[in-house]
Every structure is written in C-alpha cells, then in structure tokens.
C-alpha cells in the first residue's frame, strides 16, 4: 500500500500533536496531583521483613498526624495525601521504593527506619530535591554526607553512644564489655562510636562482633562471650536477633547485664525474649510511652481510639516528621520544595519528642537520650540514669 | 583467636548441624533422584513451622509447654510438610519431567516465591516475626561450665533418629532399592516394573517429612519464625548436601554437621563476621580436592 507524502505529513502531525497532549495530559496530572488540592508525601518504611512491626508504628503516627492536620484545613489550604512504599530495611528494595516515590511526583519523603536503607536513597531525593525527612534512622553517616535536603528527627548514634558509655562507666560500672552489630549501617555507626567513647576508660572493649543479620544461632558468640568473661553486652542491631540472642544468653546460665541500642526497642522484643527480657537494659532517645503533658495525652488517646494499639516506641517521631514538614511548609508559605528545605533549616516547634529545630547538617537538636529497662514486660526509665 | 572455646564451639556446631543435616537430607535424595535442586525445600520447612505454630496456638493454654502437643503437632506437621512437597512435585515438577534442568530450577525458584508469599499474605501469619506459642524448659546439665538443657539432647537424639531411619530405608529395604534403581536410571526401572512415579513421590514425601520435623524442633529452640525463614537454612543446607556429596544420606548427615562445626568454630576463632567465609572457604577447598563431595561417589565416563 502506497502512502503519500501528504498523508505523511498529516500522520506525522497526529502523532506529534497527540504525544504533546498526551505529555501534558501526563505532566499536568502529576503536577495537578501535587499542587492542585493535595499535598502527596512519600512515605518509605519497612512493611515486610524483620523491621515490618516498627515500620507499621511509624505509618500509625504519620497517618494521625496528617489526618490533624487534614482535619484543621490541611497545609495551606492542601489536604495531605500519604503514599507508603516499602523498603524492606535494604539498601536496594529502598533504592527501588524512592525511585518509584520520585516518579510519582511526590513532594516531600517523611519516613524511614533503617539507616542502611535511608543511606542509598539519599542522593535519589537529593537529586529530585524534595525533603528527606527521616523519622528514624539515625546513624551519623546519613549527615556526613552533604546532602542538604536531609533532616533526622531521631538524635544521631554519637548522642547514642555517648549515653552508652557513660551508662558502662558511671552506671554499671564493669570491667569488660562486648560489642555487637549485625553489620547494618546504623548498628555498625552506635558499636564504632560507643568502641571509640570507651577507649582509655575503665571498661575494656573487646573487638566488636559482627552477626549476620539473618543468623538466628548465638551460641558460638555466646561461647566466646563466656571465654572472655565480659560483664557486660551490648547489642546495637534490630529487635528480632536481640530477643533470640538474650534468650539463647541467658539459656546458656549467663546473667550479665544486656544492653541495646534504639533498634532493638519493639514491644516484640519484649514477646518474642518473654521472661528473658526483664532486667535487660536499652539506650533510646525519650520514648513515647514516657512523654508527658496534655499534647502527649491527648496523642496517646487519639492513638489508642484508632488503631487500637499502645503507639509504637517510634510512633511519636512519625508524628512530629509530618508536623515538621506541615509547618515548614506553612512558614515558606508555600509547598515548592525547595522553598520547604529552606524552612525546615530555620524551623523551631514544640513536637511531641521536645523541641524540634535542626543542626545545619540536619541533625536533631533539643532531644536527648535515656536509658530504659524492662520490668515485667514493660519499657521503664531506669532508676539509674547516667549522667547528663 | 579464642582457642578455649574450641571444644565448646564444636559441640554447639554439632547440635546447629543437626537441623542443617536434616534438611539436607532431604534436599539431597531429591537431587540424587530427579537430578533438580529443589530450591523450595526450604520454604517447605519454612510452612511447616507456620502450620506448626497455629496448631500449637491453638492447643496451647498460656505459655505452658505440654510435650505431649508438642510430639502430636511435630507428627502432624511432619506429615502435611510431606503432602506439600508431594503436591508441588505433582502439579510442578512431574509436567516437566523432560524439561532442562534449567527450567526446573527456574520452576523451583517460582515455588518458593509463591510459597512465600502466600505466607506473608495470609491472615494471622504475615510479614512479622512470630514468637512460637510455647518455650521449653532450659533446665539441663552442666559439662565444663557451659550447660546443655534436657531439650537441646531431645533435639539431637530425634534428629538422628530420624536420619538413621531415613539412612536405613534407603539402604536396606527394597523400597531403597527402588529409590537407588531410579536414581540410577529412570527408564530402565521402569522397565524392570518400578513405579517411578510413585517412587519420586515418596522420596519428596520424606524429604518434606524431614524438613517439617526440623522445623519444628527449630522453632521450639530458637522461638521465632518468619516467612523468609526458609532462605537462610535452605542455602546452607544445599552446601551442606554439596559438602558431603550430593545424592546420597550419609553425605548430607555428615556434611550438615561439618557445615554447622566449622560456622560455630569459625565464629569463635575468628569472630563472627568470618564465620561463613571460614564455612564456605572449607566448602571450596572440600571441592577442588574432591569435586563430587566427601562421601560422593566418583562419577566416572560411560563408554
């Protein structure tokens, strides 16, 4: 079949016209989307894999907040709408969850749990130039990075550490400790800085033990532990291998003390270890159990009557991310990302986890670190603390 | 280096070994008879502890460990972990008798990905670690300041059991012979009047028997179960049947135990970080001096 040239042209012509439609058609909806009457925000957490249970508490605190601040007229005039991705608490599901969040035009990312996922996303939202709030991942690594767009609501591992050794030193006051991560960014950021706060003290640190994060079988480490006679154990991985290995620990007749890191922080820590967990300790900025005054009553209500659960160690931060956000958006008076990042630099409230205002690299200020312990099966703060 | 941990450390590889040993077994006959590294075994021990958990939480009042549920759940387990591994030889597997060894390993692959999806969305199970409904007791003995609880010998003991049981089949029983001639040669056993169909199937039923026992003892020890649980114990029984010898029993029983004496060894040595290159440097150094195995047999050329 002989086409003409002028059916060329017109054919030509149809298609150009219809991609450009099409195209705009595609963009204008993206844009629509954002800035039309909603305000879409990313939210990439762990929904599968051993950190899934934090990753539902954070959702939990994102959505009570957003639906505040839906339900008093939203962010400048804009209802906020939250897409959840999941990252697995890796590096590439996470990769994969941000490059997805990006393409579907969202104008801010509020969430994340693990550092080791939070750290190759960084440069996707970076380049995309949204804020990457982080709720709470915290190892100091994801700020010495340079991206000017990050901003961790939870206090970063040098905060940690520093409460750890001073918990070691002042508190428990033993002779030997045992250091172990499970090779996680985060993990590995609290046991090399809580090694480095520790040198030239009275406790004397043997090299740090790194367990593969899938290992569910301590009693090697556990052999080694009674050999070197430590007195003491601190673990700075994720709640799952903490409950086996302080049961396996303790199993095997040793009853020195066990100390975790913030990660290990999970009501299903305390299920999963049952009895074992009583007497361990943990180190974590404030908790939300503990928060007081009528903002934190009224959350923990309003929390209860939804979800019918006691909110998560992480909920609070998930509710003080979106309220970061909510009202940097308000004082830039306007949703352009840029104009946010600009505001959240300079931006001071009252959260539910403290005051919130940020160090120039984008860390946390105004909240500190506390030493928890569990007595029958609940987190309290515990009766020793270290030193400020 | 800790050298004083040494001898602890082989006993506490010993007893991990026996879980790794009772999967490879199973992981190993299937090989020996269909020549298919079936990557699902490990997803099979992975529902056989989520079967075993809901029945146990069904019958279980509080945390109080009745042996008594615990021993009829493990049998009941067993059995439904075998009728899985038959059904997925059945629908999967047998269609592609004559397919590449390539696709079956990809159908394999997708049996696990169903398997453990299917987990992670059916209701009551999920995503989360779940704490197993019952813990034994840690009342045991003591041997040179480390303690050994009455469980963990339980575990031992049952695993060899159950091994030797298998070991004996396979060796002494015309139902072995059956098995041997079909891994041997397929067509010529079914000339000689083996029901190859029904023989495969067997050996599928054991092997998923084997990994649900092993799944149960698992959960009881360690507490927890989670629907990626079958990856980790899956790889590592593969190499532990590959160490031994793939395709026959007494290779996969010893290799799970080697593998489990030189990870717990290598993490006391070395730390725990080294433990796994230190397990599968042996695995390579095992192969390059004797490619078929430890206890492999020689594969020599048909004229």
């Known amino acids: ?388 | 280096m800790a050298w004083g941990v040494v001898i602890p450390d082989v006993v506490a590889g010993l007893f991990l070994g026996a879980f790794f040993a009772l999967v490879a077994v199973g992981y190993s006959m299937v090989y020996g008879i269909l020549r298919l590294i079936n990557f699902a075994h490990g997803d099979f021990y992975m529902v056989a502890a989520f079967v075993s958990y809901s029945l146990l939480a069904m019958v279980t009042v509080g945390t109080h460990l009745n042996w008594g549920n615990v021993i009829w759940v493990g049998l009941v387990t067993m059995v439904a972990a075998g009728a899985l591994a038959v059904c997925v030889e059945r629908l999967v597997y047998r269609p592609m008798r004559r397919a590449a060894v390539l696709s079956l390993m990809i159908a394999a692959l997708g049996v696990s990905q169903v398997l453990e999806n299917g987990v992670l969305n059916t209701p009551g199970w999920g995503s989360n670690y779940l704490a197993y409904p019952v813990t034994p007791p840690s009342n045991g003995f003591n041997v040179a300041s480390v303690h050994y609880t009455w469980t963990q010998l339980a575990i031992v003991i049952a695993a060899a059991v159950l091994i030797f049981a298998v070991y004996w089949i396979v060796n002494h029983t015309m139902l072995g012979t059956a098995m041997r001639a079909v891994a041997q040669d397929r067509v010529a056993a079914t000339l000689m009047g083996i029901k190859t169909d029904r023989v495969i199937s067997l050996v599928f039923f054991i092997g998923g028997a084997l990994a649900g026992a092993a799944a149960v003892m698992a959960s009881l020890y360690y507490g927890q179960i989670n629907y990626l649980m079958g990856f980790s114990i899956g790889l590592q029984a593969f190499t532990a049947a590959v160490l031994g010898g793939i395709g026959n029993v007494a290779g996969a029983a010893l290799g799970g135990l080697l593998l489990g004496v030189l990870e717990s060894v290598g993490t006391g040595l070395f730390g725990s970080q080294w433990a796994l290159l230190f397990a599968f440097g042996a695995l390579v150094l095992t192969l390059w001096l004797r490619p078929t195995g430890l206890l492999g047999e020689r594969v020599g050329n048909r004229v």
Request: glycine share 10%; net charge negative; hydrophobic share 40%.
């Open chain 1, 1 to 388: 079949m002989k086409i003409s040239p002028a059916a060329y042209r017109t054919g030509a012509a149809t298609l150009l016209m219809m991609a450009t439609c099409t195209g705009q058609m595609l963009s204008g909806t993206a844009s629509a989307g954002a800035s039309s009457s909603t305000y879409l925000v990313g939210v990439s957490e762990p929904m599968t894999g051993a950190e899934a249970q934090a990753g539902t508490e954070i959702w939990d605190g994102e959505v009570l907040a957003a639906n505040a601040i839906n339900a008093a007229g939203g962010v400048l005039g804009h209802k906020i709408v939250l897409k959840e991705e999941d990252d697995a608490c890796d590096p590439q599901t996470s990769e994969n969850a941000a490059n997805k969040l990006v393409s579907l035009g969202v104008q801010a990312m509020v969430g994340g749990y693990c550092s080791s996922a939070a750290q190759p996303a960084e440069p996707i939202y970076a380049r995309a130039g949204i804020p990457n709030i982080q709720v709470a991942a915290n190892s100091s690594t994801l700020t010495e990075a340079g991206y000017h767009d990050v901003f961790l609501i939870d206090p970063g591992g040098g905060l940690q550490a520093e409460e750890a050794a001073g918990f070691f030193t002042k508190v428990l006051k033993v002779k030997s400790l045992l250091i172990a991560d499970d090779q996680s960014t985060y993990a590995v950021n609290v046991a090399q800085l809580t090694q480095k706060d520790l040198a030239g003290s009275s406790v004397k640190v043997f090299a740090i033990e790194a367990v593969p994060d899938t290992d569910q079988d301590f009693s090697a480490l556990i052999n080694t532990i009674r050999a070197d006679k430590a007195g003491a154990v601190y673990w700075t991985g994720y709640f799952a291998q903490a409950a086996e290995f302080v049961r396996q620990l303790r199993t095997d007749g040793l009853e020195m003390p066990f100390v975790t890191a913030d990660g290990s922080v999970d009501p299903t820590f305390v299920k999963d270890a049952g009895a074992d967990s009583n007497g361990t300790y943990a180190t974590i900025a404030v908790l939300t159990g503990f928060l007081t005054g009528t903002q934190a009553n009224a959350f923990d209500k309003s929390y209860k009557a939804q979800f019918h659960s006691q909110p998560g160690p992480y909920s609070a931060y998930g509710y003080d991310g979106m309220y970061a956000l909510a009202d940097a958006a308000k004082a830039a008076g306007s949703l352009s990302p840029g104009k946010v990042i600009a505001a959240l630099h300079k931006l001071k409230f009252h959260g539910l986890t403290g005051e919130v205002s940020f160090a120039p690299d984008g860390s946390r200020l105004g909240a500190h670190f506390v030493v928890l312990e569990v007595k029958n099966g609940q987190y309290e703060l515990a009766p020793v603390q270290p030193p400020a």
